[in-house]
């Protein structure tokens, strides 16, 4: 066992703790987190680019991860209800060799539906309406039991700072490469192409989208290309390093932080 599997045990163990306290507190059964469902584009039969809800992947870190559902419950393994039909146009879902799929349950389903949800009082969290919520008779989203859970988002785990630094080890290779491509002369396109064939990342991983350039404009310093971030999907078991170890939206530094990396984000981004 890896360093990073030994963290990434202590990481689930502490996430369990905290969901019983939580749960408990606020009077809940269990809470029911969604990963969410990509948003198709009006008349077409694309979708858009799609990150699953931030609580479903602070369990997981499948951030690519539709339609899934977690079912966590005090004294009893979490239930990851994984969406991977047959689909002749797309590879089914696939889970990697790492420690928190062994903590879990795991069922394969076929459809987008919800799970059934045992007697009790639940919670249902993620991008759904209240109408799905009464349905399955829980509460959606409710505003209590989302505050509680945010706030232990903020101090980050062993697990979560070892994400930090590889995001940013990697993060550091595309901005080297996007200097590199700046100081030769290339344009915008040419800088973002860098950067993201040294990052290993496609442009829809980025959490921000770079604005439209034209091949032939004159790459100017500090644009968005090499401001671009951390977050990917990886195949060391297809885990994401998120520069906030689960928080959207981060932005990377131009080289790594001296000393221990941060604990703690800004508020604004939980």
């Known amino acids: 066992m890896t360093e990073r599997d030994r963290q990434q045990h202590a990481h689930l163990s502490a996430l369990t703790q905290a969901y019983a306290e939580v749960l408990g507190a606020q009077g809940f059964d269990g809470v029911l987190l969604y990963s969410g469902r990509p948003a198709r584009h009006f008349g077409d039969d694309q979708h858009a680019s799609f990150t699953a809800y931030g609580h479903f992947?602070?369990?997981?870190?499948?951030?690519?991860?539709?339609?899934?559902?977690?079912?966590?419950?005090?004294?009893?393994?979490?239930?990851?209800?994984?969406?991977?039909?047959?689909?002749?146009?797309?590879?089914?879902?696939?889970?990697?060799?790492?420690?928190?799929?062994?903590?879990?349950?795991?069922?394969?389903?076929?459809?987008?539906?919800?799970?059934?949800?045992?007697?009790?009082?639940?919670?249902?969290?993620?991008?759904?309406?209240?109408?799905?919520?009464?349905?399955?008779?829980?509460?959606?989203?409710?505003?209590?039991?989302?505050?509680?859970?945010?706030?232990?988002?903020?101090?980050?785990?062993?697990?979560?700072?070892?994400?930090?630094?590889?995001?940013?080890?990697?993060?550091?290779?595309?901005?080297?490469?996007?200097?590199?491509?700046?100081?030769?002369?290339?344009?915008?396109?040419?800088?973002?192409?860098?950067?993201?064939?040294?990052?290993?990342?496609?442009?829809?991983?980025?959490?921000?989208p770079n604005p439209p350039t034209s091949s032939g404009s004159t790459p100017t310093p500090g644009c968005s290309t090499t401001s671009t971030t951390t977050r990917r999907r990886h195949r060391y078991g297809t885990a994401c390093y998120w520069m906030a170890a689960g928080a959207s939206g981060a932005t990377a530094p131009t080289s790594p932080a001296p000393g221990p990396a941060p604990r703690r984000r800004p508020s604004s981004r939980r």
């Open 57 to 208: 992947v602070h369990w997981t870190g499948q951030a690519q991860l539709a339609h899934s559902w977690l079912l966590i419950r005090p004294e009893e393994p979490p239930t990851l209800y994984l969406h991977a039909p047959q689909d002749f146009w797309h590879l089914p879902a696939e889970l990697p060799e790492e420690p928190w799929v062994a903590s879990l349950r795991v069922e394969r389903c076929k459809t987008t539906e919800p799970p059934s949800l045992p007697p009790g009082r639940f919670a249902v969290l993620g991008d759904l309406d209240s109408g799905m919520a009464r349905a399955l008779g829980a509460e959606a989203n409710p505003p209590g039991l989302v505050a509680a859970l945010d706030e232990r988002r903020v101090c980050k785990s062993d697990y979560e700072v070892s994400c930090l630094r590889e995001a940013n080890r990697r993060a550091l290779a595309g901005h080297l490469a996007a200097r590199e491509a700046f100081e030769a002369g290339g344009a915008e396109l040419d800088i973002q192409l860098a950067y993201l064939a040294a990052a290993r990342q496609r442009e829809s991983e980025l959490p921000y």
